[in-house]
C-alpha cells in the first residue's frame, strides 16, 4: 500500500514539474486595439482606437495556450474626423446605450479558450470575447513575432450579437453590422 502511494505520488511530481506554465503581461503603453466600421451602401466609414486596460498570455511549455485582455471600453477614440466638435460628436454616440453603453459596460474582455498551430508562428485562436455583458465565442487568426515579443491579428465581428442595435433611418447613412479590429499585443519587456 506505501508503495502504491508513493508511486502515485512520484507520478504526479512528474507530471505537474514536467508542465511549465507561465504568465505573461503585456505592455498596455505599446500594445494596440484599432477598431474600424464602413457604412453599408458607399465606400467610407470610421476608424479609431480604444485603450487596454490589463491582459496577458497564459505560455504552456514554450506555445501561447491562453490569455485574457481587459479593454477600456471608455477610452475609444475617433481618428477619421478631423473637426474636434464631430469628432466629440461621434465618440459621445459610440458611448451612447444603443453602440457600447459605456456608463453600464465599461469594460470588454476577450479569454482565449484554445489555440490550434499551423506552424510555430500562424495559428488560429479561440476566444470569448465579452461586450456589453453578452459573452459569445469567437475565432480569428493570428501570427506571433518572436523577436519582436508580439502577436497581431485582425477580424470582423456582427456586432447585433452583442445587441450594438444602431439603426439609421436613412438608406445611405447605415453603418454595416461588421466592426472590424486590428490588434497588435506587446509583450512587457
Not at 94 to 101: T, V
Not at 123 to 132: F, G, P, R, S
Not at 153 to 161: L, V
Request: aromatic content about 12%.
Amino acid at each position: 500500500m506505501k508503495t502504491r502511494f508513493l508511486l502515485f505520488v512520484i507520478c504526479i511530481t512528474t507530471i505537474t514539474t514536467s508542465i511549465a506554465q507561465e504568465k505573461l503581461e503585456i505592455d498596455i503603453s505599446l500594445s494596440k486595439l484599432k477598431w474600424s466600421g464602413d457604412y453599408t451602401f458607399y465606400f467610407g466609414g470610421h476608424d479609431g482606437f480604444i485603450d487596454f486596460k490589463e491582459g496577458y498570455f497564459i505560455k504552456t511549455n514554450n506555445l501561447i495556450t491562453g490569455g485574457e485582455f481587459i479593454i477600456d471600453m471608455n477610452s475609444i477614440t475617433n481618428t477619421d474626423i478631423k473637426t474636434a466638435e464631430a469628432n466629440q460628436g461621434l465618440v459621445n454616440h459610440l458611448k451612447d446605450p444603443d453602440f457600447f453603453n459605456v456608463i453600464k459596460f465599461s469594460e470588454a474582455k476577450l479569454s482565449i479558450t484554445g489555440i490550434t498551430y499551423h506552424d510555430p508562428t500562424h495559428m488560429k485562436v479561440y476566444a470569448d470575447l465579452t461586450i456589453k455583458g453578452v459573452t459569445l465565442p469567437i475565432d480569428f487568426q493570428a501570427e506571433v513575432d518572436f523577436e519582436k515579443k508580439q502577436m497581431t491579428t485582425r477580424f470582423k465581428i456582427d456586432r447585433i450579437r452583442w445587441g450594438i442595435n444602431y439603426k439609421s433611418n436613412m438608406r445611405d447613412g447605415a453603418i454595416s453590422d461588421a466592426i472590424g479590429f486590428e490588434i497588435e499585443l506587446n509583450l512587457k519587456r
